[in-house]
């Protein structure tokens, strides 16, 4: 029996990685650093080690990524991009060594060490020396075809100085020059355009630009790491052949007999790495013989023949000029410390978060107070301690400023500030705040809620200030005449806007949940509760519903849901019979959101789809694509972007194309939609 507390921390656990996974890898807008996200990856992973019974096969542990945008093309990887395990410390690079040597059963085991680029994971595929396609990480199994914007990249060959017969497919990091990066903000900050907060995130924004013209002007490069197809039988000679064959590789690799000269290449480059005109967060540390490498294999999201070892994080000491409060989108006020520019790991620092109050007395943080700031990952900073105040021989400490207590009224709105018993957290308790509602309507309009393309924060703030949306269902009521009247609107645009709202009114229901920003529900829990509403509403029923059918279920019957605890209930139920959130609820009812049901859990055991990958292709008549993956899925099985030897069922409307052809290349079965139709009524009998 799973102890009730791992289960809730284990679904708490999965939510916080999968948000964080979507704001890294699909925003490029990460919110906690590299050392906060290892640390949550590593607790799941050892509850999960603990109580085996709660592995589940879209947990993070079992996935080395995050989906392909919906904006480009996916594209199946021949072989996994995987990911690849850290290490902290010389005893975890040690214990790293010493498996190493046991699985083998020898000493004699050598090494590469070469850099850790800080840049977008991409795969690059030659066929006879030509290159012919592109792709990020994705998922590690699926990525996005982004060959356009590759092929402006100058240290990409579109051919290999030899024409090497077959398919090749090149693997490395494409990332943007300090140089590059630096004249990158200088023209996002002239257009009064938020600068990128580090060259990862400007490499990453600029290969997924639709337009390849936009990623040619940003000076991006490719170092290769990694090469399939190549007759090689090391590491070493991998690199040597690559560089043969015209692709650029990193000059700061070198090969080390033991451990101990693996660790004097981490010290050496520890302090030398702020010298590069690139950004390197570590070293990586690879078994040299590819015939120890396959030997040792892989896990389900790395390989055992390498590790990455983590630089420490970047510190440094500044002064607290002033400590103001944000809202965030479910109304918590975070302290954040504003400070006196400081450069921390090549980017200068103003601003670093104080968590909550909680903290800030823990740290006895107050202004003027002198700190030590770190970013760990590089991303976002945090006060680490304060650095206590000079005492004057013979005279008292320095006065300090007051301590911070947490404002009465919302810096924001001016409503009241609420705190609850029990909680860490201050709120503002006015649901009408614009701080609140803008942040949640972006939230609603993520991936991970309703996906409307091209309403970003830039354009939610506009529709606010004008008075047009004051919360999501707002969205559904503009007009293109309203649209066509916004700064930088055309006709086009604003038509292309107001298409993709009026698109979104059909959605999956667990997305609308998630959509909703119920406080405690993420997206794994908001899946479980719209399967476990599925069996108790009819066929095709309407929002109002689904709402009217959540609010009656006690929280005894919620927590029955898998993951859904006592305090999950009574959020959900607090939600939903809170009168602004009914109102909010009852907007998205007149504007005609349709919800779209997954079928019960328990009838995917059942189901001819269970266990099997399904690609569709052309046009679906009946339903969306979107709708018929997400029952496939509800179903048991796999929804795939493309077909390979690994696809079970093509599904085929009108225009096909080059999936059919594929399809019956490789023999895999091709039915038509009405098919596929009867194959979900046979489920549903």
Same mark, same amino acid.
């Given at each position: 029996?799973?102890?009730?507390?791992?289960?809730?921390?284990?679904?708490? $656990?999965?939510?916080?990685?999968?948000?964080?996974?979507?704001? @890294?890898?699909?925003?490029?807008?990460?919110?906690?650093?590299?050392? #906060? @996200?290892?640390?949550?990856?590593?607790?799941?992973?050892?509850?999960?080690?603990?109580? !085996?019974?709660?592995?589940?096969?879209?947990?993070?542990?079992?996935?080395?990524?995050?989906?392909?945008?919906?904006?480009? *093309? %996916?594209?199946?990887?021949?072989?996994?991009?995987?990911?690849?395990?850290?290490?902290?410390?010389?005893?975890?690079?040690?214990?790293?060594?010493?498996?190493?040597?046991?699985? +083998? *059963?020898?000493?004699?085991?050598?090494?590469?060490?070469? &850099?850790?680029?800080?840049?977008?994971?991409?795969?690059?595929? @030659?066929?006879?020396?030509?290159?012919?396609?592109?792709?990020?990480?994705?998922?590690?199994?699926?990525?996005?075809?982004?060959?356009?914007?590759?092929?402006?990249?100058?240290?990409? !060959? $579109?051919?290999?100085?030899?024409?090497?017969?077959?398919?090749?497919?090149?693997?490395?990091?494409?990332?943007?020059?300090?140089?590059?990066?630096?004249?990158?903000?200088?023209?996002?900050?002239?257009?009064?355009?938020?600068?990128?907060?580090?060259?990862?995130?400007?490499?990453?924004?600029?290969?997924?630009?639709?337009?390849?013209?936009?990623?040619?002007?940003?000076?991006?490069?490719?170092?290769?790491?990694?090469?399939?197809?190549?007759?090689?039988?090391?590491?070493?000679?991998?690199?040597?052949?690559?560089?043969?064959?015209? $692709?650029?590789?990193?000059?700061?690799?070198?090969? #080390?007999?033991? =451990?101990?000269?693996?660790?004097?290449?981490?010290?050496?480059?520890?302090?030398?790495?702020?010298?590069?005109?690139?950004?390197?967060?570590?070293?990586?540390?690879?078994?040299?013989?590819?015939?120890?490498?396959?030997?040792?294999?892989?896990?389900?999201?790395?390989?055992?023949?390498?590790?990455?070892?983590?630089?420490?994080?970047?510190?440094?000491?500044?002064?607290?000029?002033?400590?103001?409060?944000? =809202?965030?989108?479910?109304?918590?006020?975070?302290?954040?410390?504003?400070? #006196?520019?400081?450069?921390?790991?090549?980017?200068?620092?103003?601003?670093?978060?104080?968590?909550?109050?909680?903290?800030?007395?823990? +740290?006895?943080?107050?202004?003027?107070?002198?700190?030590?700031?770190?970013?760990?990952?590089?991303?976002?900073?945090?006060? =680490?301690?304060?650095?206590?105040?000079?005492?004057?021989?013979?005279?008292?400490?320095?006065?300090?400023?007051? %301590?911070?207590?947490?404002?009465?009224?919302? !810096?924001?709105?001016?409503?009241?500030?609420?705190?609850?018993?029990?909680?860490?957290?201050?709120?503002?308790?006015? !649901?009408?705040?614009?701080?609140?509602?803008?942040?949640?309507?972006?939230?609603?309009?993520?991936?991970?809620?309703?996906?409307?393309?091209?309403?970003?924060?830039?354009?939610?703030?506009?529709?606010?200030?004008?008075?047009?949306?004051?919360?999501?269902?707002?969205?559904?009521?503009?007009?293109?005449?309203?649209?066509?009247?916004?700064?930088?609107?055309?006709?086009?645009?604003?038509?292309?806007? @107001?298409?993709?709202?009026?698109?979104?009114?059909?959605?999956?229901?667990?997305?609308?949940?998630?959509?909703?920003?119920?406080?405690?529900?993420?997206?794994?829990?908001?899946?479980?509760?719209?399967?476990?509403?599925?069996?108790? $509403?009819?066929?095709?029923?309407?929002?109002?519903?689904?709402?009217?059918?959540?609010?009656?279920?006690?929280?005894?019957? +919620?927590?029955?849901?898998?993951?859904?605890?006592?305090?999950?209930?009574? /959020?959900?139920?607090?939600?939903?019979?809170?009168?602004?959130?009914?109102?909010?609820?009852?907007?998205?009812?007149?504007?005609?959101?349709?919800?779209?049901?997954?079928?019960?859990? /328990? +009838?995917?055991?059942?189901?001819?789809?269970?266990?099997?990958?399904?690609?569709?292709?052309?046009?679906?008549?009946?339903?969306?694509?979107?709708?018929?993956? #997400? &029952?496939?899925?509800?179903?048991?099985?796999?929804?795939?972007?493309?077909?390979?030897?690994?696809?079970?069922?093509?599904?085929?409307?009108?225009?096909?194309?080059?999936?059919?052809?594929?399809?019956?290349? &490789?023999?895999?079965?091709?039915?038509?939609?009405?098919?596929?139709?009867?194959?979900?009524?046979?489920?549903?009998?």
């Amino acid at each position: 029996m799973v102890p009730s507390d791992a289960q809730r921390r284990v679904v708490e $656990l999965r939510a916080r990685i999968e948000k964080a996974n979507y704001q @890294y890898h699909m925003l490029d807008a990460p919110t906690i650093d590299d050392f #906060a @996200y290892d640390a949550l990856m590593r607790e799941l992973q050892d509850l999960e080690a603990k109580h !085996p019974e709660l592995v589940e096969p879209d947990s993070p542990t079992q996935r080395v990524g995050a989906p392909a945008s919906s904006r480009f *093309g %996916p594209i199946e990887h021949l072989n996994p991009m995987l990911s690849l395990s850290n290490a902290f410390d010389e005893a975890e690079v040690r214990a790293f060594d010493a498996r190493s040597r046991k699985a +083998l *059963g020898r000493d004699d085991v050598g090494y590469v060490c070469e &850099l850790k680029i800080d840049g977008l994971a991409i795969n690059l595929t @030659y066929v006879d020396g030509r290159f012919t396609q592109g792709a990020t990480r994705g998922d590690g199994s699926v990525g996005e075809d982004v060959t356009g914007n590759l092929r402006t990249i100058k240290s990409i !060959p $579109l051919t290999l100085r030899e024409k090497v017969g077959g398919r090749i497919d090149v693997r490395g990091e494409v990332y943007l020059p300090t140089a590059a990066f630096d004249a990158t903000n200088r023209e996002r900050l002239e257009r009064d355009e938020p600068p990128f907060a580090n060259p990862r995130n400007a490499a990453a924004g600029a290969v997924r630009q639709l337009d390849p013209a936009q990623t040619a002007k940003r000076n991006l490069a490719m170092w290769v790491y990694s090469a399939a197809g190549l007759a090689v039988d090391s590491q070493h000679a991998l690199l040597a052949r690559v560089r043969e064959l015209g $692709l650029r590789t990193n000059p700061n690799v070198r090969q #080390a007999r033991d =451990v101990d000269a693996v660790l004097a290449f981490i010290a050496e480059w520890e302090t030398t790495r702020h010298d590069l005109d690139y950004g390197t967060d570590g070293i990586v540390v690879k078994v040299d013989r590819v015939a120890d490498q396959e030997v040792l294999g892989s896990v389900s999201r790395s390989p055992r023949w390498a590790i990455a070892y983590k630089f420490p994080a970047e510190q440094a000491m500044t002064t607290v000029e002033d400590i103001k409060v944000s =809202v965030g989108r479910t109304g918590v006020l975070t302290p954040v410390a504003w400070l #006196a520019p400081v450069l921390v790991g090549g980017t200068t620092v103003r601003r670093a978060t104080l968590h909550n109050l909680a903290e800030v007395r823990r +740290l006895d943080v107050r202004v003027g107070d002198r700190v030590v700031i770190q970013r760990a990952g590089d991303v976002i900073p945090e006060v =680490v301690r304060v650095d206590p105040p000079p005492v004057e021989t013979g005279k008292r400490k320095p006065r300090r400023g007051r %301590p911070f207590e947490m404002p009465e009224a919302c !810096p924001v709105c001016a409503g009241a500030v609420e705190h609850r018993e029990g909680e860490v957290a201050y709120r503002c308790a006015n !649901p009408a705040c614009p701080a609140k509602t803008g942040q949640r309507i972006g939230h609603f309009v993520s991936r991970g809620g309703f996906d409307i393309e091209g309403v970003g924060g830039a354009l939610i703030d506009q529709l606010q200030t004008r008075g047009l949306v004051n919360d999501p269902g707002d969205l559904f009521l503009l007009t293109k005449e309203q649209l066509l009247d916004l700064d930088r609107f055309a006709e086009k645009s604003a038509a292309n806007i @107001y298409d993709r709202i009026q698109a979104a009114k059909r959605r999956p229901l667990g997305r609308i949940i998630n959509a909703l920003g119920i406080a405690q529900v993420g997206w794994s829990t908001s899946e479980d509760l719209a399967v476990w509403l599925a069996s108790r $509403l009819p066929a095709d029923p309407t929002l109002a519903q689904v709402f009217e059918a959540l609010r009656s279920a006690s929280a005894d019957a +919620l927590q029955t849901i898998n993951g859904v605890g006592e305090k999950v209930a009574e /959020a959900i139920r607090a939600f939903l019979n809170d009168a602004s959130e009914i109102t909010a609820m009852d907007k998205l009812v007149s504007a005609g959101v349709v919800p779209v049901l997954p079928v019960p859990g /328990a +009838l995917s055991a059942a189901s001819p789809f269970t266990g099997r990958t399904v690609v569709f292709t052309g046009t679906l008549e009946r339903r969306t694509r979107e709708d018929a993956e #997400a &029952l496939v899925r509800s179903l048991g099985g796999k929804a795939a972007g493309s077909v390979s030897a690994k696809t079970d069922l093509v599904v085929a409307g009108p225009g096909g194309g080059s999936k059919l052809d594929q399809a019956k290349q &490789l023999g895999v079965k091709v039915v038509d939609e009405e098919a596929f139709e009867a194959m979900l009524a046979a489920v549903q009998r």
